[in-house]
């Protein structure tokens, strides 16, 4: 079994290195809403200096500008845009046949799903930071710019990534039902769109949390982008946890059960996908 | 294995409740023998694959293959076959060798033999120059060549061959089947493999099947098949256009029967070549002079023609059953009444 899972999940890698037009897609989004969205909701700058920085701070819970909020937002968005194709390339293996030669091997539906899912995990943890980088570089570029001013210890970076791979497990294994469950690539690419907004916008990645009217806040404390970028937002700015109730193992959970739940649904559907046809 | 390397009883598909793809189907594959599963499109070669090799869970019936049961053990099936598919399966995004190194992982290849296996298969494929380029850039041929060896990577003791060599040109296909006859001359494997390619199943094949709208019409070797015709076919050309000549033919010692076709008259006799001179003597002997007399051994062309009643290739070009199944469940599935 691992021997078949790693041979699959180097597949999988393999074949995500070779096709750069999708990590370049997979970045293309959350790049542009940085540079777009980002630059020009400059919110702290509201009332030209006469709204108490105190009001930005909880309003950004923590952060020291609208920007550097929406950053670690991005952060996470990017472990959504990136996992989609792990359930593209289920729809385009069924359609040009590999997907039959793998199944036709003694590899079973969890080395199938499981090699797919974990090159679902991997791939968006340099996408991340590499969106957080690309943030910190435009306020070197005239423009604003992330701003980390806590100081990431050890064990807050172990939170980020895990906050950034559980996120990401969660996205692959929802991909990955859709991936199953459909045959067409219209169809797969329709449901994906008609999935990413809704959630994008019911998070908090992009609004400010103290913006919101608490039944919004209420619905977006149980988003797992929101989970997740909770855990990034407490490590990255100095005292941002007393804005939050609760400890980032807390939102590591929430998102470790969230990612449980779409396990079960897509192993499920993965398998009935693989057995052998009625 | 004492018994048959494949045993097929009663086996039969119905897709979406009325298309009968394979309809009660019995065989036996010997072990070590090379069988042709010969039809045309839609004739439910394909299907009977797929039952065979655990893709495709069947109506009704029975299957075992190296003394397992399909149905009860797929997973195990699955490691005892080889199986190559009538399209491209290799992932074009891997090269030649990364597409074999995940097949002897998939297989459970010996670690220290993958190296080595991979080396010879890749020679005698005659695609080593084109190992490490991307499948994506390889011919036609060349991604022919890759599938059998992604195939047969792991030395099944069975392999199917589904329509292996469809869109090849001749070259490819001679090509194609000298590599599967040094494998069975090598290895000793079972071969069982669908074509509708008649010359191939005739050349390559110890016994066939002929399979025709689900069922099968008709099993044996090539000589057997043909012998059931009545033997060979002689053609007599008189010089010039005669009525006459119909009962002298008629009357030779030997001959089953006479038909008339455009100015030359066929003949079915058991042993062809005795009867040759016959035939000239009994013409000389009316002063009927011929143009020639010319024999054959009856092709599998005629073979089809005579157990179906239909010209061989009549369904190609066309939808076949199976495709309308499909279709049909596709047009369900988009109008939410189901999947297939």
Not at chain 2, 190 to 198: A, G, N
């Amino acid at each position: 079994m691992i021997r078949e899972l790693g041979a699959l999940t180097r597949r999988e890698l393999l074949r995500l290195a070779r096709n750069p037009q999708a990590i370049i897609t997979s970045l293309l989004l959350p790049i542009l809403y940085l540079l777009l969205f980002g630059q020009a909701f400059n919110l702290e700058n509201l009332g030209g200096g006469s709204i108490p920085s105190a009001y930005f701070l909880a309003a950004f819970r923590g952060a020291p500008s609208y920007f550097s909020y929406f950053s670690a937002g991005m952060a996470g968005f990017v472990a959504v845009t990136a996992t989609l194709f792990i359930g593209a390339n289920v729809i385009f293996d069924r359609l040009f046949g590999t997907l039959k030669r793998v199944a036709a091997s003694p590899a079973g539906a969890v080395e199938i799903f499981g090699s797919r899912l974990l090159a679902g995990m991997i791939q968006p943890i340099g996408l991340a930071f590499l969106v957080l980088f690309l943030a910190v570089l435009t306020g070197h570029a005239g423009l604003a710019g992330l701003d980390v001013t806590a100081n990431v210890t050890v064990l807050g970076a172990i939170e980020v990534l895990l906050a950034i791979v559980l996120l990401s497990a969660m996205f692959a294994s929802l991909f990955l039902a859709i991936g199953f469950s459909l045959e067409q690539p219209q169809t797969y690419f329709a449901v994906v769109n008609a999935v990413n907004l809704p959630v994008l916008l019911t998070s908090a990645a992009l609004y400010p949390w103290g913006t919101m009217p608490p039944w919004f806040q209420n619905v977006a404390s149980y988003n797992p982008i929101t989970l997740a970028v909770n855990v990034l937002r407490i490590n990255l700015f100095a005292g941002a946890g007393a804005y939050y109730p609760y400890d980032p193992a807390v939102y590591l959970l929430g998102l470790l059960a969230w990612g449980g739940v779409m396990f079960l649904v897509a192993i499920l559907l993965a398998r009935r996908a693989l057995a052998p046809k009625k | 294995m004492a018994e048959g390397a494949i045993r097929v009883d009663g086996l039969s598909k119905v897709y979406h409740g009325s298309v009968r793809a394979v309809d009660h189907i019995s065989f036996e594959v010997r072990p070590g023998e090379a069988f042709g599963f010969l039809g045309p499109n839609g004739a439910g070669k394909t299907t009977t694959v797929a039952i065979l090799t655990a893709l495709l869970a069947p109506t009704a019936g029975t299957a075992i293959v190296d003394g397992i049961d399909v149905f009860s053990h797929p997973a195990e099936i699955k490691r005892r076959i080889g199986l190559v598919f009538q399209e491209s399966t290799a992932d074009a995004d891997l090269t030649g060798r990364e597409n074999l190194e995940l097949a002897a992982a998939l297989f459970n290849v010996p670690r220290r033999e993958v190296a080595a296996r991979i080396e010879a298969l890749l020679d005698r494929m005659q695609i080593g120059d084109a190992a490490d380029r991307l499948a994506k850039t390889y011919s036609g041929g060349m991604r022919r060549r890759l599938e059998l060896a992604v195939g047969i990577i792991h030395s099944p003791r069975v392999l199917f061959l589904d329509e292996p060599t469809l869109g090849l040109d001749p070259q490819g296909r001679a090509g194609f089947w000298r590599y599967v006859q040094e494998l069975r001359r090598d290895h000793g494997m079972t071969v069982f493999v669908t074509t509708h390619y008649l010359d191939e199943a005739d050349g390559l094949c110890d016994r066939i099947a002929i399979i025709d709208r689900g069922h099968i019409v008709a099993t044996g070797t090539p000589s057997e098949l043909k012998d059931r015709l009545g033997g060979d076919i002689l053609t007599v050309r008189p010089l010039a256009p005669n009525a006459g000549i119909e009962p002298i033919l008629r009357a030779v010692p030997g001959v089953l029967s006479v038909t008339a076709q455009e100015g030359s008259f066929r003949i079915k006799a058991p042993r062809g070549e005795e009867l040759v001179p016959k035939l000239v003597e009994a013409c000389a002997g009316a002063g009927i002079p011929l143009a020639g007399v010319s024999l054959k051994r009856p092709s599998l062309d005629e073979v089809f023609l005579e157990f179906t009643g239909r010209e061989y290739r009549e369904e190609e070009g066309g939808m076949t059953p199976t495709d309308r199944a499909v279709r049909l469940g596709q047009v369900a599935q988009a109008m939410g009444r189901g999947r297939r």
